[in-house]
């Protein structure tokens, strides 16, 4: 028979709260986490607003460390911040605890930001004016004067990982995946698979993600991904809505520690809920755009449910993947009706980003968290902003008011651009 | 019965060589691909040497109907597309040739580096001089409209994975691991696993690098133990060497095929090695024995003992700290008289593609029967108690080999790999 693996913790740094409770009892009430952008001054930028992780301190998760991880960039510290909550929420926090070599780390994580002053004034000093192309030469004679030496090492996306290794004494596999948006969510899924396979018996699995600098966001601009809805912050996150003009992107970090069954119940752990199901697939269709009936997107919901060895009937509300683009949401629409059929329409569906805006390599984590908190307290968060059905999109959103409901098998959708779909389904734990 | 993994053929693009057989004769006769950094003029920077690889034109080399998208895949991206499509080609697989849901892909690479001139209209309207700030009112306003609009797409890490599998229609499992040097055996053992729990029949697994460009090469040499010694490119890098001075990068990209043994057989697949165990995770501080661990938990996965082992590849940076941690961990598993071949001081440190790269050196030599030396390695250090197999070619005498890979932060990954044998 094969493992079964649990939720025995759970940590999260995001927009909505720095703590689980915090963040669903916002998504709760149709909290907006959405704001101007404070991290640098992003007046004439096409998007000038975000959804932010405010009053994070380094300081009140590492003492003696703290200069040292100082360093980090903001993703590698959210992802400190929840990992040390998560492992103590699930009494594994100290280090005498358990085999240690039998406990990883498996994030969906993004890079550090770049030294965005360095970056760009090393290439205007290179650029020829009359050719508008950058001397090679001169950028690296300019940059290796100003790069910082302790932050560099920081933008490389396996350090992350590595710090929480070294910092909580984990020295299982300690890996990390970059799938864009999917990333999250494969990573706890990839997890998963290792405790079931017998390479570990507890991971800290999630993801950790900021993009809000000034590349990152010109990039998604150019892209025509971000909502550019300035007279309205706060509404601009409409997923299912037909006015819906792109995503708002957040930041942030979410830490689950997923544990294989025997090992939680000889330890007495708390048990949140099982991971049940996972199905991971690509679209082979487009760099950023998802198949338009949600190919890719309908196996990987399918595989999901076999995983799980559950009938379309149990899924009791899905938590999409919604992110506000007009492309995903009628996709992700068309692949639950694809998957459910004429049931579909009888499970609630929710998009947490109408109110978190999109962590992108963290989004599938903090949806998840959310999720387990709805399966818990019997009450599951709405969709809020929204207002304007689209004929598309014409199912049940749980439109702008939390609905009470119990339900038993929870199944989560996470897409990435370049085609990438993951799927998992969370189920309350029966011994 | 778990299913068996096998290699069906696999693709090169590095610096010693871009076909199988051009790789095999360089590695045979000791050639390396480390020079002056040729891309662009790199002296102000403290380590201008790296493995670059020679005369690589995207557009003459990328699947013709995919041409147009080669101004959104900066060059890690489109060195792993073209050594994924050498790959398929070497296993005579066209589109289609594999069930799609059946056919996963899972890829080491990381985010790429900003080309200069992607940014240079940018710079030049926010920017006036390295004393002043960034004008942020003249970013927003105009330099973001002239960001080429695909600019992100270019250097994101999981986009070899999703070109390849749009030119290959590959629907099943895919997924793209960053964690540097590690990466790329990671990859691996995640298709391993990804076989033997049966979600897929074929997996492609690969990594591409390209760190030779003025942004990452300026960075790694203001942070990483790159060696100075740049008068003397194809003697620098020393792997576990006495005169061990640090390392330098390399770009380079490989792939392979990794399929269920079942599968193989019922499309009459020709066979070129088995993946047979794999384990991978930390060794903090790289004490040598969290790799020690994990070298043993790779043995006991792939069911053999060390005294079945014919070689160890090992990452070999030649950087010293690094290399005795390594050596150590190692020898605590083989004993000192262990026998060990590192490759990278042919290609330089290539980063997420290493694994890849590496590892198939190893393919090379089982299937040839004859392992290569090791270059560079010349004199014994005390802090290596390891046998470094140096000079010509010496016939393979047992069936397996260990690869041995790791990062400067101590994520280690290791596989165990044998000669096809039915």
């Known amino acids: ?431 | 019965m778990r299913s068996r993994a096998v290699i069906a053929g696999y693709g090169f693009l590095t610096p010693i060589g871009s076909t199988p057989e051009a790789v095999w004769e360089s590695l045979r006769t000791g050639a390396t691909g480390i020079r002056r950094i040729q891309a662009f003029d790199a002296s102000p920077l403290p380590c201008h040497i790296g493995g670059e690889i020679p005369d690589f034109v995207a557009k003459n080399l990328i699947e013709k109907s995919y041409r147009k998208s080669l101004n959104a895949m900066a060059r890690p991206v489109q060195i792993g597309v073209v050594a994924s499509q050498f790959a398929m080609q070497n296993m005579g697989l066209a589109k289609g040739a594999i069930p799609p849901e059946r056919f996963g892909i899972e890829f080491a690479s990381v985010m790429g580096a900003t080309e200069l001139n992607d940014l240079a209209r940018m710079s030049k309207v926010c920017t006036t001089g390295a004393e002043h700030p960034v004008d942020m009112e003249k970013y927003g306003r105009d330099a973001v409209p002239e960001m080429p609009p695909m600019w992100m797409l270019k250097y994101l890490p999981n986009m070899p994975a999703c070109h390849v599998t749009i030119l290959y229609d590959i629907q099943g499992p895919s997924n793209t691991l960053i964690p540097n040097d590690a990466a790329g055996v990671e990859a691996i053992g995640e298709a391993l696993r990804i076989l033997r729990r049966g979600a897929a029949d074929f997996m492609l697994v690969g990594g591409s690098e390209a760190k030779i460009n003025p942004l990452s090469l300026s960075r790694f040499n203001s942070f990483f133990p790159l060696t100075h010694k740049n008068d003397a490119p194809a003697t620098a890098v020393r792997p576990f060497d006495r005169d061990a001075s640090g390392t330098c990068l390399g770009e380079g990209a490989a792939a392979f095929g990794l399929e269920t043994l079942d599968h193989a057989r019922k499309r009459g697949a020709k066979l070129v090695g088995e993946v047979v165990g794999y384990a991978s995770g930390m060794d903090r501080g790289h004490t040598g024995a969290g790799l020690a661990r994990i070298i043993r938990n790779a043995l006991a996965d792939a069911g053999i003992t060390p005294a079945d082992v014919d070689h160890v590849n090992a990452h070999g940076m030649g950087v010293p700290r690094f290399d005795a941690f390594e050596a150590k961990g190692i020898a605590e598993v083989f004993g000192t008289s262990a026998p060990v071949f590192a490759p990278l001081s042919r290609f330089g440190n290539m980063g997420g593609a290493s694994g890849i790269v590496e590892l198939l050196c190893s393919v090379l030599a089982l299937q040839h029967g004859e392992l290569p030396g090791t270059l560079n390695h010349d004199h014994a250090y005390a802090g290596c108690p390891i046998a470094v197999h140096t000079g010509a070619p010496r016939p393979i005498t047992k069936p397996y080999a260990v690869k041995t890979s790791y990062t400067d932060l101590g994520q280690c990954a290791v596989a165990v790999i044998k000669k096809w044998d039915e």
Not at chain 1, 101 to 118: C, I, K, N, W
Not at chain 1, 358 to 370: M, S
């Open chain 1, 1 to 431: 028979m094969r493992r079964r693996v649990v939720i025995t913790g759970m940590g999260v740094i995001t927009p909505l709260g720095h703590t689980p409770a915090d963040l669903y009892a916002s998504q709760i009430e149709g909290r907006t986490a959405v704001g101007p952008f404070t991290r640098f001054d992003a007046r004439t930028m096409p998007t000038t607003f975000a959804s932010e992780v405010r009053d994070f301190e380094l300081g009140t998760y590492l003492k003696h460390d703290l200069e040292r991880y100082s360093h980090c960039g903001v993703n590698t510290q959210f992802a400190i911040g929840a990992t040390k909550e998560a492992l103590a929420d699930a009494g594994l926090l100290d280090e005498r605890i358990g085999d240690r070599t039998r406990m990883g780390v498996y994030l969906g994580s993004g890079e550090g930001a770049e030294d965005f002053p360095a970056l760009m004034n090393s290439v205007g000093v290179a650029t020829d004016p009359a050719t508008m192309t950058a001397d090679p030469k001169k950028f690296c004679a300019a940059i290796i004067d100003v790069l910082d030496r302790l932050r560099e090492p920081e933008v490389e996306m396996h350090t992350t990982i590595g710090h929480l290794g070294t910092l909580f004494n984990l020295d299982g596999p300690n890996i990390a995946c970059q799938t864009a948006c999917a990333a999250s969510s494969q990573a706890i899924g990839e997890a998963m698979e290792l405790i079931r396979d017998g390479d570990a018996d507890v991971m800290a699995a999630g993801g950790a993600h900021s993009m809000l600098h000034p590349l990152g966001i010109a990039g998604f601009n150019r892209l025509t991904a971000l909502s550019q809805r300035n007279d309205s912050p706060r509404t601009a996150s409409r997923p299912f809505d037909l006015t819906r003009d792109g995503f708002v992107i957040g930041e942030g970090a979410g830490i689950v520690i997923i544990e294989e069954l025997e090992h939680a119940k000889k330890r007495g752990a708390h048990i949140y809920g099982e991971l049940t199901g996972y199905g991971s697939t690509a679209d082979a269709y487009r760099m950023t755009d998802p198949h338009p009936q949600g190919k890719g997107a309908i196996r990987a919901m399918a595989d999901a449910l076999k995983d799980a060895r559950l009938r379309t009937e149990d899924i009791g509300y899905i938590n999409a993947h919604g992110t506000s683009t007009h492309a995903n949401d009628s996709a992700e629409t068309a692949a639950i009706k694809a998957v459910f059929g004429a049931q579909a329409y009888n499970i609630p569906v929710s998009s947490s980003k109408s109110m978190l805006g999109h962590l992108i390599a963290a989004a599938g984590v903090a949806e998840l968290v959310i999720c387990v908190l709805a399966m818990r307290k019997g009450v599951l968060p709405p969709t809020i902003n929204y207002q304007t059905p689209d004929p598309e999109c014409d199912l049940d959103y749980i439109p702008n008011v939390a609905r009470e409901k119990r339900v038993d098998h929870v199944l989560s959708n996470s897409f990435g651009f370049g085609g990438q779909n993951i799927s998992l389904i969370l189920s309350r734990y029966r011994d």
